[in-house]
């Protein structure tokens, strides 16, 4: 079973307001990625990280998204003003380096009002 | 472009029976593949994985997938299914360009009657 462990698992917030949640990713695992699953179970990849260093994101993060690694601390994913269509289900997964398996969190659920 | 095909949105199936759930690929290459479930208000979970070798693949709780080049598809089985075997199942593509980022299918429901 994943030791992928994410908070919180819900998150309620209203539009224009700031959303933030946590992942912390196995232990030994360098890579972190974020993808978003919409309640048509579509997935989106968000970001990815090894260690600190963010390895690919797409566009859409570049603006109202933001995520990042510190060292010692949780992963974090942000949404600077959360729009109704960021609700969603926000999985962290992680895995060894050069590992292809993504062991995945349980999630945190977000609504935006 | 790399993509998922599962044509089957929801399958319902006696407990006890058989289930094989389909999946269609699109990738220039060998593909890594791997089938994922998610049970309800929790993450997903990996059954089984294939990188190369041998086409049929084990996995956990009695499920096995089966490659096919020719086909483009990597079909999921399982002899006997069980009520607790209800889920969401993903059919996932790992694209090795840039981060590694995972290709979803749209998933398949599987619902156990008893």
């Known amino acids: 079973n994943s030791k992928v462990i994410q908070t919180p698992r819900y998150l309620v917030k209203g539009q224009g307001q700031k959303a933030k949640m946590r992942c912390i990713p196995e232990k030994g695992h360098p890579v972190v990625f974020w993808y978003q699953q919409n309640k048509n179970n579509e997935f989106k990849f968000l970001i990815n990280?090894?260690?600190?260093?963010?390895?690919?994101q797409i566009d859409m993060t570049e603006k109202r998204f933001s995520a990042e690694c510190p060292s010692n601390s949780p992963c974090s994913l942000e949404i600077q003003s959360s729009e109704a269509g960021d609700s969603a289900l926000y999985l962290c997964?992680?895995?060894?380096?050069?590992?292809?398996?993504?062991?995945f969190g349980p999630g945190t659920r977000l609504t935006v009002l | 472009a790399q993509s998922v095909t599962q044509p089957d949105a929801r399958v319902t199936v006696s407990e006890g029976a058989s289930l094989q759930l389909r999946c269609k690929y699109s990738?220039?290459?060998?593909?890594?593949l791997f089938w994922y479930v998610q049970y309800p208000r929790q993450g997903l979970q990996l059954l089984l994985k294939?990188?190369?070798?041998?086409?049929v693949v084990q996995g956990v709780n009695g499920f096995e997938a089966e490659f096919s080049k020719s086909n483009s598809s990597f079909h999921l089985r399982k002899a006997s299914v069980h009520w607790s075997d209800s889920a969401v199942y993903f059919c996932?593509?790992?694209?090795?360009?840039?981060?590694?980022?995972?290709?979803f299918g749209t998933g398949t429901t599987v619902s156990v009657s008893p």
């Open positions: 990738y220039s290459g060998t593909p890594y």
């Open positions: 294939y990188y190369s070798g041998d086409p």
């Open positions: 997964a992680s895995s060894l380096l050069g590992g292809p398996e993504q062991y």
């Open positions: 990280f090894q260690n600190q260093e963010v390895l690919q």
């Open positions: 996932v593509l790992i694209a090795y360009q840039g981060g590694r980022a995972l290709i």
